[in-house]
């Protein structure tokens, strides 16, 4: 069996002000061209498949337009889940249809849940997809009232998703988490407010694979079969060094597996620069494009007039400038440094000690947490 791993797509995202349907687009045609070469069996794709509940219409296109080739040039099934950035009914709309025609979208998590049998020569395989799902709805969809954390809920979905498959039968898990011991990215949207909501790498030992999505860099964690495919593209400047790709992996009648990473070339890659202003403005060595997606650090300490539009006469995509060796006369920076490094609750707790002068209480931080978790999760269930 072989079996073709990839997600966090996160079609329709901004980044710095700009759409990146199209960079998004030029690397798919490279999944495709890869699923032409490579000839899966089938292919996973867990979760973040757009960036936010609501995607724009070129994102749809362009996952209709992929998924439709795959399967009707290549005839390649796909089973694909909700990652958290993802609406679950959006996602699944048509899901029963187009189970028919080799796509299994799994959105919604319901007792319904089960694996998805796919077979070779040497019998079946049971891939269970575990969609993105709060522990409030694992509780109330699965009947497990012990589900009071990420770690608890993924158990139970893993036991109800188990309890079908023979022993001794060869199994896929899907799922979109943070298991313990995966190194983070800055574009990933934390699943809990001010927590990790981690689960145990342990919970995935049992499955002769385990698909993860949700961390962005490309990971094993722990062994060799429990794998984060990582994101389609470069998605922060924290991830400049990353090199991104999808995961073959080839799997015997036994059960063993072994695992390969293609890596996925962008059309334009994101870089940062550090440097004094003469030096980045003589532009790119040899072998790099000026066409790149740039942060710059400026390491000049005196005032510079309209830095900016003089390095994007170089490069003309430089998203992102920083100075931090900037002393007088300069831009006034703000109390906590970049904003951007922030996550929700350290900005709100930072502008309420601003404003009040003093700082948030353990409740009132307890309460920004609940109503912020309650508004994604009402973002991802509700028309926005
Ligand atoms: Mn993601």
Redesign the pocket.
Same mark, same amino acid.
């Given at each position: 069996m072989r079996i073709l791993h990839t997600s /966090?797509w !996160?079609l329709g995202r901004i980044f710095h002000g700009i759409y990146l349907t199209g960079e998004q687009a030029h690397v798919l045609q490279q999944f495709i061209q890869l699923v032409a070469d490579s000839r899966p069996d089938v292919i996973l794709i867990a979760g /973040?498949i757009y960036d936010r509940s609501v995607p724009p219409t070129e994102a749809i296109k362009l996952l209709d337009e992929t998924l439709s080739r795959i399967l009707m040039d290549y005839r390649v099934p796909i089973i694909l889940i909700a &990652?958290n !950035?993802d609406s679950p009914d959006r996602l699944g709309f048509g899901a029963r249809l187009m189970a028919m025609q080799g796509l299994h979208l799994i959105g919604q998590l319901t007792d319904r849940l089960e694996p998805v049998v796919i077979h070779d020569p040497y019998g079946p395989v049971y891939f269970c997809p575990a969609p993105y799902a709060e522990p409030p709805l694992v509780r109330e969809r699965l009947l497990v009232p012990d589900a009071v954390n990420h770690e608890q809920a993924m158990l139970s979905l893993i036991q109800h998703l188990s309890a079908p498959i023979p022993a001794g039968a060869r199994r896929v898990i899907l799922a979109h988490a943070f298991v313990a011991g995966g190194e983070e990215s800055e574009s990933?949207r934390p699943l809990t407010v001010g927590g990790s909501g981690t689960v145990s790498a342990s919970f995935f030992e049992p499955f002769n694979y385990a698909a993860l &999505? @949700?961390l @962005?860099q490309p990971q094993k964690v722990g062994s060799e079969h429990v794998r984060y495919a990582g994101?389609l593209l470069k998605y922060s400047f924290s991830e400049a060094l990353h090199q991104k790709s999808v995961t073959l992996v080839e799997m015997g009648g036994a059960g063993k597996t072994a695992v390969e990473t293609i890596s996925l070339t962008p059309r334009r890659d994101v870089r940062r620069l550090e440097g004094h202003f003469t030096d980045i403005l003589a532009g790119p060595k040899n072998g790099e494009s000026r066409d790149d997606y740039i942060m710059v650090t400026l390491l000049d300490t005196g005032p510079i007039m309209d830095a900016i539009g003089k390095l994007r006469q170089v490069y003309p995509n430089v998203l992102h400038l920083e100075r931090p060796c900037l002393t007088a006369g300069g831009e006034l920076r703000g109390p906590g440094g970049d904003h951007r490094r922030l996550n929700e609750a350290e900005l709100f707790s930072s502008f309420y000690e601003q404003v009040t002068g003093t700082p948030l209480s353990g409740e009132q931080n307890k309460a920004f947490a609940e109503t912020l978790e309650k508004f994604y999760r009402q973002e991802r269930e509700v028309q926005s």
């Open positions: /966090d !996160h /973040d &990652g !950035h990933e &999505g @949700h @962005h994101s």
